[in-house]
Each structure stands twice: as structure tokens, then as C-alpha cells.
């Protein structure tokens, strides 16, 4: 296989295989089945360079894994870099905010990130976050409320694209009464990192990141002020102790990241969840029959459909990666998307099996050093979401014909909208039929 890097002759690239050219993230046919558009390379060229992307591209399971777990040899440094450069436009719009984070957990190295890691982590383990269970289904239940009695509803609008913000905003320590006015701010960051958007659309996206960068400091400052409990309130702690580990930009960049962390990924989550159900359906009437059946199928979704698609390293010295070397700088982008549905790991990949044994093998929150502290809370939403939505509307259909429309992203994936029907006088539960 070749190892070399790409050559550019003439200005322009030398030409590099099929597989490699035909890559390109931002198609219609990746929003719609990224897993798909990889078959060939999972079979024939697992690790391949794009030029499109100016990335190495990984696609099975067992090369992703490697590098996850491998932080001597692969750094994480370009992990929020935006993935299409961005216009000066967009520049200077940012720079009207003072928008200038610097890096925060994700995009750290060792051994500075498993210092910052180790006092910044408890808030989000199992037990913590296991703790806001309650409060968590009444804010399902509250948005369910709304809607139960309509017979149509658009999931996102209605119930996703809300519940994630506020439970984010909950866990980071944001008091209740600045919860209304933040969640309005919460911004579809996915794009300005991940995406391909118009130099207008660019200038949009960088308005709303300048204003939530600019929010996220007011809602720090008063947690400094007021004191407060959870994530950042945690990470305040650590500053006063030690403000070099964990200095103010950190603080404001943990409220503004932490958010996107938080938001975007579990709506889209909980959406991809809900789309392949309801289109598959057996799967759908199976989980109303048997809700104890929910967290495995919760793990099943985010292997088939996972609403985080990719994610980046660089690597710091030449490194072979399934039979090619990957050169020193490069950036590598590690499919986790493609992993998912590699058939050496999982049988029938292609299928949607609530019951698959090892679907919690998946590789969509990464895996290592750097793995999603914010999992098991994106676990306990999912479930609950689910639950909620068997238990009170199990009649619930897709509406026929419609778009999803997905938006020209790299990795953050999740349909736009989703309409759902369902006939309220048979609504299952008595209070819900009124
Ligand atoms: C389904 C929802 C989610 C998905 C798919 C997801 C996915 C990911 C991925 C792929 C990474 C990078 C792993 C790596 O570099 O090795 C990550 C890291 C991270 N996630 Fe999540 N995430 C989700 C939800 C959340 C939530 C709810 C939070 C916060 C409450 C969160 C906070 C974080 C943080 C802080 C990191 C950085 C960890 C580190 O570098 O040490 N995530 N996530």
C-alpha cells in the first residue's frame, strides 16, 4: 500500500486513488449513509488521504481505536480547528466579540489534560449525573405535555433541540432563572467547526459564536459572584486553588464548548435515534412492548447512526496505520461512523438490532484518554427520551415524504426536522387523551 504523501506537481495534486477521490464529506449520499460511502475503502484502503479534506482518512474499526488510544503518537491539538477555513469576514466578526479561546480538555495534550481532566471530570460521572434523573424526566415530561394532545408535532422543534440546552446549562451550573434567557443563545456550533457553509451563512454562524462566547463569560462572572454548583462551578473551585491550571479563558471557554459538547450532539443523538426507529418500526413496537430493552437499543442507535461522524488527530511523528504511513503534521480523520458498521467487529453492521450484544463496542464517544466525560449523561437523556416517548405515544409515525434536511457537515449529524403524527383519542395514557 502507499505510504507517501500526496505530491503536488504543477499546482496540481498528483492524482490519488479512486477511493480517495470520491471521498467528500459535505455530499448529500454521506449526510444520508456516511457508513456506506466507506464500504469500499473498509474493504480495499482503509486509511487513505484526502486532498479534498487535506486529511488522512480512517475507516475501520480496529486503525480508529489505534489512534484514539494512542496519545504519545497522535496529538489531539486540532480538535475544534474549523474544518473549512474561515472568511476574513467571519474573522473580524469574532474578533469584535473578543472571541479567543484557547484550549480546553478536548484539543489538550499530556500531560497537561489529564491534570486538568482528573479535577474537572467528577461532576459528569455516572453517580453525579445519575442524580438529576428526576428532574430530567420532568423536563421531558413538561415538553411532552405541550404536544401529547396534538397529534403532530416536529420532534426537534418541540422536544430535541431544547432539552439537551437546558440539561447542559443544569449540569454546567447555569442558575435557573439565566437558563430561559442562555437557551436561546445555544448555537448550531457543529457547523462552524465541522461544516460548509456560504461565506454569509460563515458571518451568521461567527455573529452567534461571538455572542455565546461573550454570554458564556457573563454566566461565569456571576458564578464567581453568586457561587453555584456543577461543572463550572466545579472548575471555579480549581481556578481559586490553582489558577494556572485552570485560568479564566479556560472558564469561559468550558461554559461556551462545554454547551456545544453538551447540546447539539445529544439532540442529533436522540433524533438519528428516533428517525431509524420509527422508519424501521419493528424495533419501535418492540421497545413499547419491553421498555427494559431501551438502554441496549440507546447503545445500538449511537453505533448505527451516530450523531458525532468523525473526529481529528495529528499525528506527531510518521506513524503506520493500517499498512500506510500517515506522515509527521498530518491531520487524520478517524471515522468513527465507518468503525461502527466494520463487519470484522459487528455481524450484519448494516442492520438495526436492538438486541446486538456488543453494541455498546461502539466508537462514537472515542475511546481513551480523551473519551466523552459527558457520556453518561448523554446515556441517562436518551433513555429517558426514549422511555417517555414509548410509554405515552407508542402509535407515534413518521410523516410520509418529508426532508430531513441535513445540513453539509463533516461529522455533526442529525436531520434539521422531524415530523411525527399520531392519532391523540388513542393516546394510552387517560390524561393524555384529553
Ligand atoms: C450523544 C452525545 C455525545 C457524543 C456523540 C459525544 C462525542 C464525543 C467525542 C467523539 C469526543 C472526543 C473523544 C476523543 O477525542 O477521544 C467527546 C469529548 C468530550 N465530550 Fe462528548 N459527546 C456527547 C455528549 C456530551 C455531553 C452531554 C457532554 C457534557 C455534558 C460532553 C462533553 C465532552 C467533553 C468535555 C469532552 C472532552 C473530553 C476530553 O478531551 O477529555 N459530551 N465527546
Redesign the pocket.
Given at each position: 500500500m502507499s505510504s507517501s504523501p500526496p505530491e503536488t506537481v504543477g499546482g496540481a495534486r498528483c492524482p490519488v486513488s479512486a477511493v480517495a477521490g470520491r471521498f467528500d464529506p459535505f455530499t448529500p449520499e454521506y449526510q444520508l449513509d456516511p457508513a456506506a460511502t466507506l464500504r469500499e475503502a473498509r474493504a480495499s484502503e482503509p486509511v487513505f488521504y484526502s486532498p479534498e479534506l487535506d486529511h488522512w482518512v480512517v475507516s475501520r474499526y480496529k486503525d480508529i481505536r489505534t489512534v484514539?488510544q494512542d496519545n504519545r503518537r497522535f496529538s489531539?491539538s486540532n480538535?475544534l480547528d474549523p474544518i473549512t477555513p474561515l472568511s476574513d469576514g467571519a474573522r473580524e466578526q469574532l474578533g469584535r466579540y473578543g472571541f479567543a479561546p484557547g484550549p480546553v480538555?478536548?484539543?489538550?495534550d499530556e500531560p497537561l489534560?489529564r491534570r486538568r481532566?482528573r479535577e474537572l471530570?467528577p461532576p459528569?460521572a455516572a453517580e453525579e449525573v445519575n442524580k438529576l434523573e428526576g428532574r430530567i424526566r420532568e423536563l421531558v415530561t413538561g415538553y411532552v405535555d405541550r404536544f401529547v394532545g396534538r397529534g403532530r408535532a416536529d420532534l426537534i422543534d418541540d422536544l430535541l433541540w431544547e432539552v439537551?440546552a437546558i440539561?447542559?446549562l443544569l449540569?454546567a451550573g447555569v442558575p435557573d432563572e439565566d437558563i430561559d434567557r442562555a437557551r436561546h443563545y445555544t448555537i448550531k456550533m457543529g457547523m462552524f467547526t465541522w461544516g460548509k457553509a456560504s461565506d454569509e451563512h460563515q458571518l451568521e454562524i461567527a455573529d452567534q459564536v461571538g455572542r455565546w462566547w461573550e454570554l458564556s463569560g457573563e454566566l461565569v462572572d456571576r458564578l464567581k459572584r453568586d457561587g453555584g454548583e456543577g461543572?463550572v462551578p466545579t472548575a471555579i473551585d480549581v481556578h481559586r486553588r490553582d489558577p494556572e491550571l485552570v485560568n479564566d479563558n479556560h472558564l469561559q471557554n468550558m461554559m461556551m464548548s462545554?454547551l456545544v459538547?453538551?447540546?447539539e450532539?445529544?439532540t442529533?443523538?436522540a433524533a438519528n435515534a428516533l428517525r431509524h426507529l420509527l422508519t424501521q418500526r419493528s424495533p419501535w413496537d418492540a421497545l413499547c412492548a419491553d421498555p427494559s430493552a431501551i438502554p441496549n437499543a440507546v447503545e445500538e442507535c449511537?453505533r448505527y447512526s451516530?450523531?458525532?461522524l468523525c473526529?481529528r488527530r495529528r499525528a506527531r511523528t510518521d506513524v503506520e496505520i493500517g499498512g500506510v504511513t500517515i506522515p509527521e503534521g498530518a491531520a487524520v480523520l478517524l471515522v468513527?461512523a465507518s468503525g461502527n458498521h466494520d463487519e470484522e467487529v459487528f455481524d450484519e453492521p448494516d442492520t438495526l438490532d436492538i438486541t446486538r450484544p456488543n453494541a455498546k463496542r461502539h466508537l462514537?464517544?472515542?475511546?481513551?484518554?480523551?473519551?466523552?466525560?459527558?457520556?453518561p449523561?448523554?446515556r441517562l437523556?436518551?433513555r429517558i427520551i426514549l422511555e417517555e416517548l414509548t410509554r405515552r405515544l407508542p402509535h407515534l409515525r413518521l410523516v410520509d415524504g418529508q426532508d430531513f434536511g441535513y445540513l453539509p457537515n463533516a461529522s455533526f449529524h442529525g436531520p434539521r426536522h422531524l415530523l411525527v403524527e399520531w392519532d391523540p383519542q388513542a393516546n394510552p395514557v387517560a390524561a393524555d387523551r384529553g
Open positions: 484514539f489531539a480538535a480538555l478536548v484539543n489538550e489534560h481532566r471530570a459528569l439537551p440539561v447542559g449540569v461543572w462545554g459538547a453538551a447540546h450532539t445529544t442529533n443523538a449511537l451516530p450523531s458525532v473526529w468513527m462514537t464517544f472515542g475511546i481513551g484518554s480523551h473519551s466523552c466525560i459527558g457520556a449523561l448523554a437523556e436518551l
